[in-house]
């Protein structure tokens, strides 16, 4: 039983590289409130919070950058390689994280909570959910995954797929085991099926691919879904013309990524916003508009609808990704309260690392505080 009286809580995990994330988003795109607790040991490290110094008195001064910051690839490459201090590492960082997961789960009006956690059962946290799934894939798949998207030498991923338990003890003690091993298509089926045990009134959430009763001319926002994935590739190859053309199936894996907002005039599709929240920070990454729309109408629509949902979410702050010519409107941006920054300016550890780990080439970053608050400053 969960102990958040009132809430739902799913506990997801899965050894590296099986696509834990990618079925998380999943469950938040079919209406759950997703937390990365693995995200959220990274942030307590983060230097200010209250980690930092006890990380720094147990392994020593070596293990900082030069801007003081914790650094995780010299942390992760000796506690990997001595279980020892792994164990230390994790006694020191889960009652942060646990913390802070509370303060999240009392804070959102979601019914369903996804909490993805490598270490879900070992540190005691599944014991707490109402329902526990774990995500499998293939030694081949976990090492081509790790090389592939986080861009590991074959040493190191081989070394990070054997520092970790054999997979099946997290399926044997699962209720829900999703086999991420086809397609996204495959892989969303399974987790639609899981979902409708929980939530049997409903397959996706509510957003109606189109508004009901729009009159002509009217703008409105509704929040995407993998069901729409051919009609916003038909508009995305339509205004932008990609070389080669974007499929139904390249959206449905993209779902895997990010989320999408759908901007109608009357109930023709004109304009597709993708965007992703991830540690506390929304990051927008693709806004495509129909020319015969104009910016200033089309821009305060889609970004006022994102900053609603990445608020529900609890965003601390927006990252916008604008392509040159977007970003020369410097009057709409700034009455939307957006300015330009660089990564480096932004101040903050968890949101420097998100504008360089998600920051396309040749685009400009706007930046927005949503908060004036930081949301784990309580941790």
Not at 33 to 53: S, T
Request: hydrophobic fraction near 45%; aromatic fraction near 6%; proline fraction near 6%.
């Amino acid at each position: 039983m969960s102990r958040w009286r009132g809430k739902f809580v799913i506990g997801l995990t899965g050894n590296i590289g099986t696509g834990k994330s990618v079925v998380r988003r999943m469950l938040e795109h079919l209406g759950a409130y997703g937390i990365d607790a693995d995200a959220l040991a990274h942030r307590v490290m983060a230097k200010g919070a209250p980690g930092h110094a006890a990380v720094v008195q147990l392994f020593g001064t070596w293990v900082l950058g030069t801007d003081g910051e914790v650094d995780r690839a010299k942390l992760g490459r000796l506690v990997f390689n001595d279980p020892s201090a792994l164990v230390q590492l994790e006694k020191l960082i889960h009652p942060y994280v646990l913390q802070a997961i509370d303060y999240f789960i009392q804070r959102t009006t979601h019914q369903v909570v996804v909490i993805e956690a490598i270490k879900l059962i070992e540190s005691g946290l599944a014991g707490h959910c109402n329902s526990l799934w774990a995500v499998y894939a293939p030694p081949e798949v976990q090492l081509r995954r790790l090389m592939q998207h986080r861009k590991m030498s074959e040493t190191d991923a081989r070394q990070r797929i054997a520092a970790q338990p054999p997979q099946e003890q997290k399926v044997s003690a699962a209720q829900v085991v999703i086999r991420n091993i086809g397609t996204f298509e495959d892989t969303w089926r399974q987790v639609v099926t899981a979902w409708q045990k929980i939530t049997p009134a409903q397959e996706e959430p509510a957003a109606p691919s189109r508004p009901a009763g729009a009159t002509p001319g009217e703008l409105s926002v509704v929040r995407g879904g993998p069901r729409h994935s051919s009609e916003i590739a038909d508009l995305i190859n339509r205004l932008t013309n990609p070389r080669p053309s974007l499929t139904r199936e390249d959206i449905m894996a993209a779902f895997g990524e990010q989320a999408f907002m759908l901007l109608h005039v009357g109930k023709t599709l004109a304009g597709v916003l993708g965007w992703q929240v991830e540690n506390l920070v929304a990051r927008t990454t693709d806004i495509v508009l129909d020319p015969s729309v104009a910016v200033s109408q089309a821009l305060p629509v889609l970004i006022n609808e994102m900053e609603r949902a990445s608020r529900d979410l609890q965003c601390e702050a927006s990252l916008i990704f604008a392509t040159p010519e977007l970003a020369k409107q410097a009057a709409i941006w700034k009455s939307l309260g957006y300015e330009p920054r660089t990564p480096e300016k932004l101040g903050v550890l968890a949101w420097q690392e998100a504008a360089i780990e998600s920051m396309p080439p040749n685009t400009v970053l706007l930046f927005k505080l949503l908060r004036q608050d930081r949301v784990l400053r309580p941790i």
